[in-house]
């Protein structure tokens, strides 16, 4: 196929899979878009659901209160049972009027009617009959029933909690918090429904009562661990710190201690001194900062939506626009390069290849072209005559940074490794001993009076005193230990994986070899020198190369510090 042809054929290829790609980016923004919208408003479906749950919370107050209540029978407490009713019914009746907007299973919520129908019946019928008649069962039976509206409350928006998360991930970890204050709401109330029947009687609590309250306050407890573990940006947000402290301060410090209070008075055999709805009066208003937390989370969370809403329209404009810049460029580059490139390069094709296969023996021909072409041959030329010479400057570039490195990494004075290069194969064998499970040993030591062989036979003895010890302690040590100068007159040595009792040995046996070993200085002078040792050793996850030059450190101050030509240990 000649080279117009496949250029042709190149050209409509690549056009229609930038046509392609063009098309799935809009697509995929335009998706982006459209979800962002309803997403939105499953949030809002959302935080209707959760309206819902708290006022089916709340109307289990003034039920407590009317169930307590004596005959005959208090009219406001009455009243502010129906006033919640109302609150329930009507914060419902939005519910499922957003449910059929959206074109959702509005039936959903017929689960929740028929048991909020059945609660309610049980409670009036019970509130009608004598204190008397009031029996633990009976009370406990109706408590229950209301208990179980909340989560068919919220169960009725669950599929929607999750389009929310899978629409704004950003926003997932808030949601699962104001999903959170939602339960704390209700385990909250549970809390305080659980002394309606010893209230009501009034009896003492039973030791089933005491182990219920513990449950529930455990339950709380952990949802409040929950909501105070942080886990996105919003936790440090000051709405939603001053929220948090509020509900600590409010709910666990009064609402708590009020809790306590007849737990206490039950204990001791007081009376409680208040029937079910004082009670209900004092606690409910503690549980209102739950509530104002779990608004603030919704409140950034709609914000957040918002924002990604607005993000989602803007690059969907911005696709659009680069869309359109993308297929003008392309059509326009096409054309240059036909004209410009794809003529000329065809009666220059074989240099190419030729050049392109790596033979080097020919000059390509037609440099003298006045055109770019003959730029491309010309330049090709000089490629071929700059590739010999680069060949031979990488040879010798390569054998220089193998003795720069060699040189970098070794002692200039005894021929073994130095500080940094010691540093580098002790943290590369480091994170050998935690993958294994093994120990790791560093043995630190220097000479001792090094200062009294360089005043007393000059800087040269002291020369010759550290590379005799460099060879005796080299050839002393087995492959794989590793010795190092550290510093001055100051050596460490890295055995193989050991504990500190193998590490100990190693380094009293490279005392007594250095001990033992005379050294005749160029004057004919004998000398024999000895070393301080410390010895430390590191395992676990948590070791550092650091932490354990720092032990062996310190033990080798202590080897100085008892007498010198000694072997410590870490303590």
Partial sequence: MRLTRLFTLASAVLALLVCGMLGRLLWGEWEHYRAAGTGHHTLQLMQRAMVAAEKLSYERGPVNAVLGDHLPADPARHARLLRARADTDLALAQLRQDLAADAGPATALAPLYDALGAARLTVDQLAALPPAERTPERLDAAIERMFQLVPLALNA??????????????????????????????????????????????????????????????????????????????????????????????????????????????????????????????????????????????????????????????????????????????????????????VPLLRATRAVVRLGNGDFSMPPSGARRDDEIGDMLRALATLRANSMDRQRLEQERVRLIEELRLRADTDYLTGILNRRAFTAAGNLRLRGARDQGESLAVILFDVDHFKSVNDSYGHDAGDQVLIRIAEVVRDSLRDGEIVARYGGEEFVVMPTYCGLEAAHALAERLREAISREPLTLSDGHILRVTASFGVAVAHGPHAALDDLFHAADLALYRAKRNGRNRVEQQA
Avoid: N, W
Avoid at 180 to 190: I, K, N, Y
Avoid at 226 to 250: C, F, G, H, N
Avoid at 295 to 309: I, K, M, R
């Fill in 157 to 342: 928006v669950t599929s929607y909690t999750r389009a929310s998360e899978q629409v704004y991930p950003r926003i997932a970890r808030i949601l699962m918090k104001a999903r959170l204050t939602v339960e704390l709401r209700e385990f909250a109330g549970r809390l305080g429904s659980a002394l309606t029947v010893p209230l009501a009687a009034p009896r003492p609590l039973t030791e089933a009562d005491h182990q219920r309250l513990q449950f529930l306050r455990g339950r709380i407890e952990q949802l409040r661990q929950l909501i105070k573990i942080p886990s996105s940006d919003i936790d440090s947000e000051p709405r939603v710190l001053a929220a948090v402290a509020r509900m600590d301060e409010v709910y666990f410090a009064a609402g708590q201690r009020l809790v306590a209070e007849v737990e206490q008075a039950s204990r001791a055999g007081r009376a409680y001194g208040m029937d079910t709805g004082q009670f209900a009066q004092r606690y409910v208003p503690c549980m209102a900062p739950i509530l104002a937390l779990r608004d603030v989370l919704l409140q950034e969370a709609q914000t957040q939506a918002l924002q990604d809403y607005e993000a989602a329209r803007h690059e969907l404009v911005l696709a659009l626009l680069v869309g359109a810049a993308i297929l003008l460029a392309l059509t326009l580059l096409l054309a240059i390069v036909r004209r410009r490139v794809v």
